[in-house]
């Protein structure tokens, strides 16, 4: 299907948004975000970093959108639209809410203390029931850069997942965005270890979402982030994921246990090779 023509027409919002601000409000790997106004609504503005083949950036930007476009649950950020004005650039522009909480990240540190464990664990529960709906589409949707930057907070406090498939966009135009980045994309403390030491044919799949889920699991309910150095220590990951599991998982629905559960992380990756985390 031509992704310029999958989308519907009321999703076109050339010529009905503007900018706000002169400087983005955020910027990550792979996009920056400006305020903007919608119908005297405030809105995010995402505007996608160059890349020096824009023509074939272009093209994947309209996939990725139309998949985004396609895309409704409670835990996925909301797709206003899309604006193609020429001083936006070669790739338009994403246009969808403006979350004034910002992201996980933000959100958990400005409160600190104060956020109880209980919500603590619907912050979790919202960020695995929205992988697991993306990872339920046909085809399944590989988010590849799931990390607290790329979780917002939205005016009910809930978690909506964003930015799912760019990170494959600049693995394809072999761009990662940042340094930061492996050569697989993703910020590499939230990527399984088959794409930190794999090699450029390993790729994100389920798999490699399910893991950086724990590592957000981790983060969300408390725990000190997992850096590099940890990461390389899987006798103590493995530990902290059991931690997590035995205390998130009693009571929850069938499709959170499958992806959170603690096998989820043995079983063999898509070339029927065993990833096993353990110590």
């Excluded at 996608?48 to 649950?73: C, G, N, Q, Y």
């Excluded at 939230?190 to 889920?213: C, I, K, N």
């Excluded at 997992?226 to 205390?247: D, E, H, I, P």
């Amino acid at each position: 299907m031509d992704p310029v023509n999958s989308i519907a027409s009321h999703f076109n919002l050339t010529g009905y948004v503007t900018i706000l601000s002169h400087m983005p409000d955020s910027m990550g790997n792979f996009s920056c975000v400006f305020r903007g106004s919608l119908n005297g609504h405030l809105v995010a503005i995402k505007i996608i970093k160059a890349t020096t083949r824009p023509e074939s950036m272009r093209r994947k930007v309209l996939r990725e959108r139309a998949v985004w476009a396609s895309t409704d649950h409670p835990n996925i950020h909301l797709f206003y639209g899309y604006a193609d004005d020429p001083s936006f650039g070669p790739f338009g522009v994403l246009i969808s809410p403006w979350c004034a909480h910002g992201d996980a990240s933000k959100f958990l540190e400005e409160r600190g203390e104060s956020i109880i464990f209980a919500e603590r664990l619907e912050l979790w529960k919202g960020i695995i029931e929205g992988v697991v709906y993306l990872h339920g589409c046909s085809p399944a949707i590989i988010h590849g850069d799931l990390k607290p930057g790329n979780v917002l907070i939205d005016d009910n406090g809930r978690p909506r997942l964003c930015d799912f498939g760019l990170a494959r966009v600049f693995l394809e135009e072999g761009s990662t965005g940042m340094t930061t980045t492996s050569e697989h994309t993703g910020t590499t403390r939230y990527l399984a270890p088959e794409l930190v030491f794999g090699d450029e044919l390993v790729h994100s799949t389920t798999a490699s979402d399910a893991y950086a889920v724990g590592c957000l699991g981790l983060e969300v309910k408390g725990f000190r982030s997992l850096g590099c150095a940890n990461l390389l220590s899987r006798s103590y990951f493995l530990k902290s994921l059991m931690l997590v599991t035995l205390t998130t998982c009693e009571g929850k629905s069938s499709e959170i246990l499958e992806l959170a559960d603690l096998p989820q992380v043995h079983r063999p990756n898509e070339n029927g090779h065993r990833i096993d985390y353990g110590g």
